[in-house]
């Protein structure tokens, strides 16, 4: 591993630092973690901190000796000084001459030591940097370190490796008496340069910045050679099918399994994140697969965000997707079972009960496809899929030393309903739509924009799909949504438009039917040409992405919503639009057919019916001429309707989420255009 400290970088940053009245200890700090964090083999989500004790002005002008430790929401990998809460190091050091400190009674003791109270809570390892003497402390969840401690003998290899340089920490989760027992251990050895915490990580000490980073950086290399020089292992591979499904065919049916339906209301949906490379197909196609790949976490705080154990399904035979879809269905089944037996088996244990998690698995295992990870947001999704790339990567390399061993179950589950998380629970209030997917067709215009929005503020996470790329990447990384390239008037760009969203999210929920141009010619003189172009964008383009998508929602079987974007047209034909008119009108029809063919599946299909909106269709140029031909202002010409309001893409965004979120509304259309009698329904 590569030393990356340059004395510039860290005294430009000094520099820059002072201006802002951050004292040179601190600026260092956040220096040297930046360089950590920024290595995802050190540290990955949140696995790992650092600290430096110093010295504070407080408003009273008194200099306080203070710990500066990563607080809890900041990266390290562009950690800023905020991100480095000060806490009064004289109290909290103090803590180490009781005999036991809960969890909760820790957290008090660090918040109400703030120098400022608006800061984020300190790092739960926080006493652990308090108690130890040296300035900068150093704490990593280092790939090779685990490699080398996940071992019935880690300690062996490690005090082989290391000698007297490292001190080693017995197991125990992290809080006070993980704190307390490293100090105990410290006292003992205190020319140690750093701490070895078995089945957990690695901690590293200095006067300087400098030198705790350059011995961390140290350590890390020799467990890296360390494990160089064993021989490599190749997982023994199973026998798989010929031919393997692809990623967008199998992520949906896992997708459908994996939606808890235990809860009231409706499946809840669970988006998805698709990860395959070299190593991870040896990883997952071994024969022993269940053994290594269930052995539990490779460090503990993994496991509140991948759960004890990945789900691993057979292979899936692309000739058999049925029989995948069974068998499949039996291993997400026995899951789930095994789930709640590991809850009951150690809730019993507990002196005060634990409220249970979903028994739906955060990591799947698929043998010659790859792997997924899982999450209520795609965000948590892909977390959890790092966390499992992670994994793959650690546990090879732990096998070059002997078999895999994590940390027993009773711990596992310690840390996974630890009372900090119980505490959470129910107190983040979930978005309507988190964790479904929806797809918007038709580029950048101002419907798809605002309608993309729309999805995403009710948590959904959101596709544009259009011909045009790089307009669709402009709606995209306007919400922070996918832009997935698809033409709606070629049957395969569709089918690779929505198994290329399969592949990224897990499937689609919900689909808005948007992309559509209009064509003009007055019926009687309308050339055939004409009519078929428009057609085959205002109707079959409708028909092409509802055809994939309602493949999708049935493999899935958890329901769906098709939305089209049909127009005032379908209803009240304007003169010389019947090009644009009639096809339009299908797709209202197109709309009912859906509706009456796929209720049983719990798709529900509504339209709406929108008019007169400053859009890719009625873009400045047509609305002057018109307002023109009608003497009016445009103003007035947009209000044209029953309201005298002149109607937005958010209105009609707005719209789509309502019909999206009508569980008992399907063949309805909703009409968004202030008020057009003539173009009423019902
Ligand atoms: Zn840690």
Same mark, same amino acid.
């Given at each position: 591993?590569?030393?990356?400290?340059?004395?510039?970088?860290?005294?430009?940053?000094?520099?820059?630092?002072?201006?802002?009245?951050?004292?040179?200890?601190?600026?260092?700090?956040? !220096?040297?973690?930046?360089?950590?964090?920024?290595? %995802?083999? %050190?540290? $990955?989500?949140?696995?790992?901190?650092?600290?430096?004790?110093?010295?504070?002005?407080?408003?009273?002008?008194?200099?306080?000796?203070?710990?500066?430790?990563?607080?809890?929401?900041?990266?390290?990998?562009?950690?800023?000084?905020?991100?480095?809460?000060?806490?009064?190091?004289?109290?909290?050091?103090?803590?180490?001459?009781?005999?036991? %400190?809960?969890?909760?009674?820790?957290?008090?003791?660090?918040?109400?030591? %703030?120098?400022?109270?608006?800061?984020?809570?300190?790092?739960?390892?926080?006493?652990?940097?308090?108690?130890?003497?040296?300035?900068?402390?150093?704490?990593?969840?280092?790939?090779?370190?685990?490699?080398?401690?996940?071992?019935?003998?880690?300690?062996? $290899?490690?005090?082989?490796?290391?000698?007297?340089?490292?001190?080693?920490?017995? !197991?125990?989760?992290?809080?006070?008496? $993980?704190?307390?027992?490293?100090?105990?251990?410290?006292?003992?050895?205190?020319?140690?340069?750093?701490?070895?915490?078995?089945?957990?990580?690695?901690?590293?000490?200095?006067?300087?910045?400098?030198?705790?980073y350059d011995r961390m950086i140290e350590m890390v290399s020799l467990a890296e050679d360390r494990i160089a020089q064993a021989a490599t292992v190749s997982f023994a591979s199973a026998r798989l099918p010929k031919s393997i499904a692809d990623a967008g065919q199998v992520a949906p049916v896992l997708r459908g399994l994996i939606a808890d339906r235990s809860g009231e209301g409706g499946p809840k949906r669970m988006v998805l994140n698709f990860r395959a490379s070299p190593e991870i197909s040896v990883y997952v196609d071994g024969k022993d697969v269940a053994r290594y790949g269930r052995a539990g976490p490779v460090t503990p705080d993994h496991v509140i965000r991948t759960k004890p154990r990945p789900l691993i399904v057979p292979a899936p035979d692309s000739a058999d997707m049925e029989g995948f879809a069974r068998d499949a269905s039996a291993s997400v089944v026995a899951y789930a079972d095994d789930y709640r037996a590991y809850f009951e088996r150690n809730n019993a244990t507990q002196a005060a009960p634990k409220t249970a998690l979903d028994a739906m698995p955060r990591v799947i295992l698929v043998p010659g496809l790859g792997l997924f990870g899982a999450g209520n947001s795609a965000k948590a999704a892909s977390v959890a899929a790092d966390l499992a790339e992670t994994t793959v990567g650690v546990i090879t390399a732990a096998e070059r030393l002997g078999p895999f061993e994590s940390i027993t179950e009773a711990d596992i589950f310690d840390i996974e309903y630890w009372s900090l998380e119980q505490a959470k629970l129910g107190k983040a209030s979930e978005k309507l739509l988190a964790g479904h997917i929806a797809a918007v067709t038709?580029?950048?215009?101002?419907?798809? $924009?605002?309608?993309?929005?729309?999805?995403?503020?009710?948590?959904?996470?959101?596709?544009?799909?259009?011909?045009?790329?790089?307009?669709?990447?402009?709606?995209?990384?306007?919400?922070?949504? /996918?832009?997935?390239?698809?033409?709606?008037?070629?049957?395969?760009?569709?089918?690779?438009?929505?198994?290329?969203?399969?592949?990224?999210?897990?499937?689609?929920?919900?689909?808005?039917?948007?992309?559509?141009?209009?064509?003009?010619?007055?019926?009687?003189?309308?050339?055939?040409?004409?009519?078929?172009?428009?057609?085959?964008?205002?109707?079959?383009?409708?028909?092409?992405?509802?055809?994939?998508?309602?493949?999708?929602?049935?493999?899935?079987?958890?329901?769906?919503?098709? /939305?089209?974007?049909?127009?005032?047209?379908?209803?009240?034909?304007?003169?010389?639009?019947?090009? !644009?008119?009639?096809?339009?009108?299908?797709?209202?029809?197109?709309?009912?057919? !859906?509706?009456?063919?796929?209720?049983?599946?719990?798709?529900?299909?509504?339209?709406?019916?929108?008019?007169?909106?400053?859009?890719?269709?009625?873009?400045?140029?047509m609305i002057a001429q018109r307002a023109e031909a009608r003497g009016l202002s445009e103003a007035d010409y947009m209000a044209g309707n029953l309201l005298g309001r002149e109607v937005t893409a958010d209105d009609v965004a707005q719209a789509f989420v309502e019909l999206a979120l009508a569980e008992s509304t399907t063949g309805a259309v909703i009409t968004v255009d202030g008020g057009n009698i003539a173009a009423a329904l019902r």
């Open positions: 591993m590569k030393n990356l400290w340059s004395d510039n970088d860290a005294s430009a940053l000094v520099k820059l630092y002072a201006g802002q009245g951050v004292n040179q200890d601190l600026a260092l700090r956040v !220096y040297s973690t930046r360089l950590l964090g920024g290595d %995802l083999r %050190l540290v $990955l989500h949140g696995g790992g901190n650092t600290s430096v004790k110093t010295t504070a002005t407080d408003l009273l002008g008194d200099g306080v000796d203070v710990l500066c430790v990563k607080g809890s929401g900041w990266d390290m990998g562009d950690i800023e000084p905020p991100g480095m809460p000060a806490v009064r190091l004289d109290p909290i050091r103090r803590l180490a001459g009781l005999g036991r %400190l809960s969890d909760e009674e820790m957290v008090n003791q660090c918040r109400i030591n %703030l120098l400022d109270a608006s800061s984020p809570n300190p790092s739960v390892e926080t006493l652990l940097h308090a108690f130890l003497p040296h300035k900068f402390v150093d704490h990593t969840h280092a790939d090779a370190v685990l490699a080398l401690v996940d071992h019935e003998n880690g300690g062996d $290899l490690c005090a082989e490796l290391y000698g007297p340089r490292m001190v080693l920490v017995p !197991y125990i989760m992290p809080g006070f008496d $993980l704190a307390r027992k490293a100090h105990e251990v410290f006292q003992d050895h205190p020319d140690s340069e750093g701490m070895i915490l078995l089945k957990h990580g690695i901690f590293t000490y200095g006067t300087t910045a400098k030198m705790a038709g580029g950048a215009s101002g419907i798809v $924009l605002a309608t993309a929005r729309a999805f995403r503020a009710q948590g959904a996470e959101v596709a544009v799909m259009d011909r045009d790329l790089s307009a669709a990447s402009t709606a995209a990384e306007a919400i922070g949504g /996918l832009a997935i390239e698809c033409d709606v008037t070629d049957v395969l760009s569709v089918a690779r438009g929505f198994s290329a969203l399969a592949e990224s999210y897990g499937g689609v929920d919900i689909v808005v039917s948007n992309a559509g141009a209009a064509w003009q010619g007055r019926i009687g003189d309308v050339a055939e040409e004409i009519l078929r172009a428009s057609f085959e964008l205002n109707f079959y383009g409708h028909q092409r992405v509802a055809q994939a998508a309602v493949a999708i929602m049935r493999a899935q079987e958890t329901g769906g919503a098709l /939305l089209f974007n049909t127009s005032k047209q379908a209803v009240n034909p304007g003169a010389d639009f019947g090009p !644009y008119g009639l096809p339009k009108a299908a797709t209202l029809f197109l709309m009912r057919q !859906y509706a009456l063919d796929h209720g049983r599946d719990g798709i529900r299909s509504n339209a709406v019916n929108a008019d007169r909106i400053r859009s890719g269709l009625l873009d400045d140029d």
